[in-house]
C-alpha cells in the first residue's frame, strides 16, 4: 500500500498519495483552466451567488464544465469536471481529473475521483475517511483567496475596472515609489545600457515593437509545446528560462519605457529641471501608473509594454543604425 504524504507551505498543499507530482501535467491543467477562463469572458452572464448547483446525472462521455455555478455530479462521468466560480460536488464517479478556480470539491460518501484534484481558491472535502482515489493521483490545492477569486469567475469584467477606494489610490501610489526606486537603481547600475534603449526605442519603436510581438507569440507557442514534446526535467527547464526571461524582460523594458516618457514629457509639456534623470524617472513612472489605472483599458496598456519590453531586450545586444539621424546605438 502506497504510503501518503503531505507538504504544507502556507496555504498552499500538494498531496500526492503515491508518485511524485508530474509538474508538466500540472502546467498544462493551469493553462487549459487559463484558456477556459478567457474563452468564457467573452460571453459572460453574471449568476446569482445562492444558485442551485447544475446536477448531471446518468453517464456522460465527456468532460462538464460549470461556468459561474456548481455542479453536482450523480452520474458518472468518463472524462473530468472543471468549474470556474463554483463548487463540483462528486457523489457518482469521475474517472478523469476534477479542477476548479474559486470553489471547492466536495467527495460524498462512496463516491470516486479516478484522476487528479487541481484546486485554486478553495478546499478538498472528503466523506470517507480515506476517499476513493487512485494511488497514481495527486492533490494540488491553493486555499487562499477564495472569497475573491469566486466573485472574479462570476464577473470577469470586474478586473477590468477599479473598486475606487483610499486603498486604492494608496496602492497607486505605492506603485509609483516601486517603479520610481527600481528605476532609478536599474539606471546608477547600468546607465549605458539605459541610454541605449532610450535611444533605440525612440528611433526604431515600430521595428522594437515587432521584434518583441514575434518574441512573444514564439515564447507562447514554445513553451507549451516543449512541455508536451521534450523529456519532462528538460521541457520544465526550458518553462523556467523562459519565465525569467519574460519577468527579466518586463521590469528592463518599463525602466527604458518610463525613462523616455519622462524625458518626453520634460520636452513637451513640463519643462520641469529637463536636465534632470530623477524627474524624468519620476514623471515616466506618474504616467504609467496613471494609465494602467484606468479602466477597461489597462490591458490593452499592458500588453504593450510586454511586447515593447520584449522587443528592447531582445535588441539590447544588436546596434542598430539610424540613417535619418546618423546615431547609431
Not at 277 to 296: D, H, I, K, N, R
Request: aromatic share 8%; glycine share 10%.
Amino acid at each position: 500500500m502506497a504510503i501518503s504524504s503531505l507538504q504544507s507551505l502556507g496555504h498552499v498543499q500538494l498531496h500526492s498519495p503515491g508518485n511524485s507530482l508530474s509538474l508538466r501535467k500540472t502546467l498544462q491543467a493551469a493553462l487549459l483552466l487559463v484558456c477556459w477562463w478567457l474563452s468564457a469572458a467573452a460571453v459572460w452572464a453574471h449568476t446569482p451567488g445562492d444558485e442551485v448547483p447544475v446536477e448531471i446525472s446518468g453517464a456522460v462521455n465527456s468532460t462538464v464544465f460549470g461556468v459561474g455555478h456548481s455542479i453536482r455530479i450523480t452520474g458518472t462521468v468518463t472524462q473530468g469536471a472543471m468549474a470556474l466560480g463554483g463548487d463540483i460536488i462528486v457523489e457518482g464517479t469521475v474517472e478523469g481529473d476534477v479542477a476548479t478556480i474559486g470553489g471547492s470539491v466536495i467527495q460524498a460518501a462512496g463516491a470516486r475521483i479516478g484522476g487528479d484534484v487541481i484546486i485554486i481558491g478553495g478546499t478538498y472535502e472528503h466523506l470517507d475517511p480515506k476517499p476513493n482515489r487512485n494511488p497514481s493521483s495527486m492533490t494540488m490545492m491553493y486555499a487562499g483567496y477564495e472569497d475573491g477569486l469566486r466573485n472574479l469567475m462570476r464577473n470577469p469584467s470586474e478586473l477590468l475596472k477599479p473598486h475606487w477606494s483610499s486603498g486604492y489610490f494608496g496602492l497607486r501610489v505605492l506603485a509609483v515609489l516601486f517603479w520610481f526606486v527600481i528605476s532609478l537603481a536599474l539606471t546608477a547600475v547600468m546607465p549605458a545600457t539605459i541610454s541605449r534603449g532610450m535611444a533605440r526605442l525612440q528611433l526604431t519603436t515600430i521595428r522594437v515593437a515587432l521584434i518583441g510581438l514575434a518574441g512573444l507569440l514564439v515564447t507562447i507557442v514554445g513553451v507549451p509545446l516543449s512541455l508536451l514534446v521534450l523529456p519532462t526535467p528538460l521541457g520544465t527547464l526550458v518553462g523556467l528560462l523562459a519565465l525569467i526571461l519574460i519577468a527579466v524582460s518586463f521590469l528592463f523594458g518599463r525602466v527604458i519605457i518610463f525613462a523616455a516618457t519622462g524625458r518626453w514629457l520634460q520636452r513637451k509639456y513640463i519643462p520641469l529641471a529637463r536636465g534632470s534623470e530623477t524627474v524624468a524617472l519620476l514623471l515616466g513612472s506618474v504616467f504609467w501608473v496613471l494609465l494602467l489605472s484606468l479602466p477597461y483599458i489597462w490591458p490593452l496598456v499592458v500588453a504593450g509594454l510586454m511586447i515593447v519590453s520584449f522587443g528592447l531586450a531582445l535588441t539590447a545586444r544588436y546596434k542598430i543604425v539610424s540613417r535619418d539621424l546618423g546615431i547609431r546605438n
